[in-house]
């Protein structure tokens, strides 16, 4: 713990894990006053029944028009009497921005951001000693090399939660300052009754599912940044993998072979609302792949390190 503690003193004495952490926060409180800026207004009922009545103006223009197929006038006649329920039951308009809306933008935007940034400081937490030759007077304490590595991998991670937690808590205050603590909810028709839902949270499900994918590529980012000790060279890779992954997957996705691919076993396809690429993939399947590859990477990483020659 005490070299974990030493790594971690390092990384936040550089101003870039702050400058870092503040232009995540600063882009989450951007986006959210945007969003409120250009919000619809919802803070009286009259404004409500306003707004309703504005997304039921398009609808009516349409079922006017001649040309108009059956159906579409079915559609739009579903869209009016969803319309006028929400004004019978004082409900907000279906664009009006709810604080779950605001939570799902800002937990994907903070999963992103702070992908990005921890892959920044796990490509050069190492690469960087050995650029500045640091890494000589490190290892000439009576510590194994691995206990120094490993420190810098969980120093890494916690930056990572860090930042996480952090943006989020300042999403959870500014939406309940924005947008209130309202759910959305979700209108449907079913046998041609209107049936109202509130649409479940699944903020947690989300993120469990996405740190998986994170940390993978956390522990890539650290095994090329150890090896090649170039953080260039670390995030560059890492940051496509993280950024063009799904591209990639989508031209891989039609050989065999895609499915023992890791960024084609991305754990944050298995999250509500999405699914894999490949058909056929299950979660624990894509479980085992990441296990397989991160205990490769890590071997890797481990093993060159323990056997580089730093007395040059």
């Not at 809306?101 to 990005?116: A, C, K, N, P």
């Not at 924005?178 to 979700?186: N, P, V």
Request: glycine fraction near 6%; charge should be negative.
């Amino acid at each position: 713990m005490q070299y974990v503690k030493n790594e971690w003193i390092k990384m936040w004495s550089q101003k870039n894990a702050w400058i870092m952490c503040g232009l995540l926060i600063v882009l989450i409180v951007f986006v959210a006053g945007m969003n409120k800026y250009y919000d619809v207004d919802s803070s009286t009922k009259e404004a409500r029944i306003a707004a309703n009545e504005e997304m039921m103006a398009y609808p009516k223009e349409m079922l006017a028009s001649e040309d108009i197929t059956p159906e579409d006038e079915q559609y739009f006649k579903e869209e009016i009497a969803m319309a006028e329920y929400r004004i019978a039951n004082d409900l907000p308009a279906a664009n009006a921005m709810t604080f779950t809306e605001h939570m799902d933008l800002s937990l994907s935007l903070t999963i992103m951001v702070t992908g990005i940034f921890t892959v920044v400081i796990a490509a050069g937490i190492v690469s960087s000693e050995f650029g500045t030759g640091t890494i000589k007077m490190l290892l000439t304490r009576p510590v194994s090399r691995w206990k120094i590595l490993f420190s810098k991998l969980v120093a890494s991670i916690l930056y990572g939660i860090v930042l996480f937690a952090a943006g989020i808590v300042v999403a959870l205050i500014i939406g309940i300052a924005l947008f209130g603590t309202d759910s959305s909810i979700a209108l449907s028709i079913v046998d041609g009754q209107i049936v109202q839902e509130t649409v479940k949270n699944t903020f947690i499900e989300t993120t469990l599912y996405s740190l998986g994918s994170t940390i993978m590529t956390i522990i890539f980012a650290f095994m090329i940044g150890t090896i090649f000790g170039s953080s260039t060279l670390a995030v560059s890779l890492s940051l496509f993998i993280l950024l063009m992954g799904s591209t990639a997957t989508m031209f891989i996705a039609q050989y065999d072979f895609a499915k023992y691919i890791w960024f084609a076993n991305d754990l944050s396809y298995y999250a509500p609302g999405s699914m894999p690429m490949i058909e056929g993939l299950t979660f624990t399947f894509s479980l085992v792949v990441n296990i397989v590859y991160a205990v490769i990477f890590l071997a890797i990483t481990f093993g060159y390190f323990m056997k580089r020659d730093v007395t040059a």
